[in-house]
T-cell receptor
Framework: AQSVTQLGSHVSVSEGALVLLRCNYS??????LFWYVQYPNQGLQLLLK??????LVKGINGFEAEFKKSETSFHLTKPSAHMSDAAEYFC?????????????FGSGTQLTVLP | DVKVTQSSRYLVKRTGEKVFLECVQD?????MFWYRQDPGLGLRLIYF???????EKGDIPEGYSVSREKKERFSLILESASTNQTSMYLC???????????????FGPGTRLTVT
C-alpha cells in the first residue's frame, strides 16, 4: 500500500527565510511523487513532480524538491519565502487501486509567511 | 490549459435535501474523481470514474452516489444531505494515457457545501 506523511500541519516562516515542508512516503513500487499547492478558496495546483530521472526537481514559483530513496522523503523547499507563498501544500504518491491510476494525498501543511 | 469547472463555489442546503454537485472538464480526460477535503484530514476520495457510465468507490463512498453520462461531466449526488457532509468538495480529472501523465490530476476550484 502507498501512503504519505506530512510532518507539521502548520509551518510559519518569516518573509525571506527558507521554506522547508516535509513529506515522507511509503510505496511498494517505484514512487511517483507530487506536490500540490492550494491557495485560499481555490482548488489544487500542481507545483512539481518526480517520476524518474533527476532526483532534484524544480517547480513553479521557485520551489524545488529532492527525492531521497534511502530516506523515503520528498521534502519541498524554497530559499526565500514570499508573502504570496502562504497557502496549504499537499504531498501525494501514486497509488494502484481499482481501475484508475490514483494519488494518495497527505493531510496537508498550512504555510504562514510572517512579515 | 486544462480546465475543470464546478457548478457552484458555495452551496447551502438543508438536512434531508438531495444535492447535486457538477463537474465539467474540457481536456477529454477519461478519469474523473470526487474528493472531500476536511481540515487535518487532507483529501479523501469519494468516487472515481474511468469511463462513461463506469464508476468505482473510493475510500468514503457512504452517503454519496455519482453519475457519468458524458465523458466531460461527472456528478456527485448526496441522496439525503446530512450535517456531517458539510465540507469542501473537489473534482479532478486525469488522462488514461500510459506513463506518468496518467497520475497527474487537474483540479476544479471546489464547492464549499454547508448543510444546516
Amino acid at each position: 500500500a502507498q501512503s504519505v506523511t506530512q510532518l507539521g500541519s502548520h509551518v510559519s516562516v518569516s518573509e525571506g527565510a527558507l521554506v522547508l515542508l516535509r513529506c515522507n512516503y511509503s510505496s511498494s513500487v517505484p514512487p511517483y511523487l507530487f506536490w500540490y499547492v492550494q491557495y485560499p478558496n481555490q482548488g489544487l495546483q500542481l507545483l512539481l513532480k518526480y517520476t524518474t530521472g533527476a532526483t532534484l526537481v524544480k517547480g513553479i514559483n521557485g520551489f524545488e524538491a529532492e527525492f531521497k530513496k534511502s530516506e523515503t522523503s520528498f521534502h519541498l523547499t524554497k530559499p526565500s519565502a514570499h508573502m504570496s507563498d502562504a497557502a496549504e501544500y499537499f504531498c501525494a504518491v501514486r497509488t494502484f487501486s481499482g481501475s484508475a491510476r490514483q494519488l494518495t494525498f497527505g493531510s496537508g501543511t498550512q504555510l504562514t509567511v510572517l512579515p | 490549459d486544462v480546465k475543470v469547472t464546478q457548478s457552484s463555489r458555495y452551496l447551502v442546503k438543508r438536512t434531508g435535501e438531495k444535492v447535486f454537485l457538477e463537474c465539467v472538464q474540457d481536456m477529454d480526460h477519461e478519469n474523473m474523481f470526487w474528493y472531500r477535503q476536511d481540515p487535518g484530514l487532507g483529501l479523501r476520495l469519494i468516487y472515481f470514474s474511468y469511463d462513461v457510465k463506469m464508476k468505482e468507490k473510493g475510500d468514503i463512498p457512504e452517503g454519496y452516489s455519482v453519475s457519468r453520462e458524458k465523458k466531460e461531466r461527472f456528478s456527485l449526488i448526496l441522496e439525503s444531505a446530512s450535517t456531517n457532509q458539510t465540507s469542501m468538495y473537489l473534482c479532478a480529472s486525469s488522462t488514461r494515457s500510459p506513463g506518468p501523465p496518467s497520475y497527474e490530476q487537474y483540479f476544479g476550484p471546489g464547492t464549499r457545501l454547508t448543510v444546516t
